[in-house]
């Protein structure tokens, strides 16, 4: 390939290398060391005009911790099917990467990283939280309907966190005409104490201020709709199922607790083949609650749609048939 070829291939150079590059062609050097000049300020622009993210959708960030709520070869399918976001953003004391973000119209989930950037920021990382608010305003959007943030021991060492979030893109609470964001903050104790004993705390954005990223509300992954015999639908993706009712109300009472979460769970290939999701004791993946009419469960890994016919949960099956 010549060095006219190569500048084709990256489809969308500024013209004005181009044209530098026909300009110095036809000076015609003959020396190795001038044709080494030029290939140098060839591969110079073509690394100026390349857009930042490119990279970042290729590969995970920090794909390793991915690995452990994805399996590793649920974080490889990421980054096949582009799920890798990279979108990076840091204030002085802290760095937010979003690793990868999924939506299937319900519920948008995936995993972030927090990086402290000086040895203070390090303490602060675990007492991090989140809140979903309106990006215009500010103006926090609750109650959530399921929303949730966890993390796992191995997800953390002494200067970086990876934690998996789930939260509702819609309900009856969210105004779907606005864009929602996620907002990182912290808690802190003003050292208080109120009528009722209990210590007062208030907003610090000390260490987390800025950082946020927003949700998308329309899929970014492959979707299917199952029924149950009775009806009851629920939305299938590569990373989990979930139901949203647009009219879905907080619940008044915790009862029937127990009844609510996953107990079992199995995926339907197309030729029959039933395949039991294990691990459900914690309920690691589980946002929200069965009968209340917005719940999101995460299997664990990313699964390809096209060859489930179905699922089961406790018991129920919900077929796309």
């Not at 974080?75 to 099917?81: F, G, S, V």
């Not at 083949?273 to 691990?279: A, L, Q, S, W």
């Given at each position: 390939?010549n060095?006219?070829?190569?500048l ?6 500024d ?8 300009g ?13 000049g ?14 930042i993210g ?9 794909k390793n911790?991915?690995s ?12 096949q ?11 002085e004391q802290?760095r937010?990467?979003?690793d ?6 319900n ?23 989140t809140r979903?608010?309106?990006?215009d305003?500010?103006e ?21 966190l ?18 929602i ?20 705390v ?14 998308p ?16 639908d629920i ?10 009712d647009?009219?879905w109300?907080?619940?008044?009472t915790?009862?029937?607790y ?5 107990r079992?769970?199995?995926?339907i ?8 999701v ?18 999101c ?13 179905g699922v ?10």
């Amino acid at each position: 390939m010549n060095e006219y070829e190569f500048l084709n291939v990256t489809n969308g150079i500024d013209e004005r290398f181009v044209d530098e590059y026909i300009g110095i062609k036809s000076a015609k050097p003959n020396t190795i060391k001038q044709r080494a000049g030029i290939t140098m300020v060839l591969a110079a622009a073509v690394i100026l005009m390349v857009p930042i993210g490119v990279y970042a959708f290729n590969a995970l960030t920090h794909k390793n911790n991915v690995s452990v709520y994805y399996t590793y070869e649920g974080a490889q399918k990421l980054e096949q099917d582009g799920l890798a976001n990279g979108f990076t953003i840091e204030n002085e004391q802290m760095r937010l990467t979003l690793d990868t973000m999924l939506c299937d119209g319900n519920f948008a989930s995936g995993v972030f990283t927090l990086t402290a950037i000086t040895d203070e920021a390090k303490k602060h990382l675990e007492s991090a939280t989140t809140r979903l608010v309106y990006a215009d305003t500010g103006e926090v959007v609750y109650p959530t309907g399921g929303g949730s943030v966890s993390w796992y021991g191995q997800t953390h060492d002494e200067g970086e966190l990876s934690e998996t979030f789930c939260y509702p893109v819609k309900n009856s609470y969210i105004d779907s005409s606005r864009a929602i964001r996620l907002e990182f903050l912290e808690y802190a104790e003003t050292g208080e104490i109120n009528e009722y004993g209990d210590h007062i705390v208030t907003e610090n954005y000390d260490f987390c201020g800025g950082l946020y990223f927003d949700l998308p509300k329309e899929p970014n992954v492959p979707i299917k709709t199952l029924f149950s015999s009775d009806g009851y639908d629920i939305t299938l993706s590569p990373y989990g199922v979930s139901h949203q009712d647009e009219d879905w109300k907080y619940p008044d009472t915790t009862d029937g607790y127990e009844e609510k979460l996953v107990r079992s769970f199995a995926v339907i290939t197309n030729d029959g083949e039933r395949t039991i999701v294990e691990k459900l004791a914690e309920n690691r993946g589980f946002t929200g609650d069965l009968a209340s009419g917005s719940f999101c469960f995460r299997i664990g890994t990313i699964l390809n749609i096209d060859d489930i016919s179905g699922v089961e949960i406790n018991g129920v099956e919900y077929s796309a048939n």
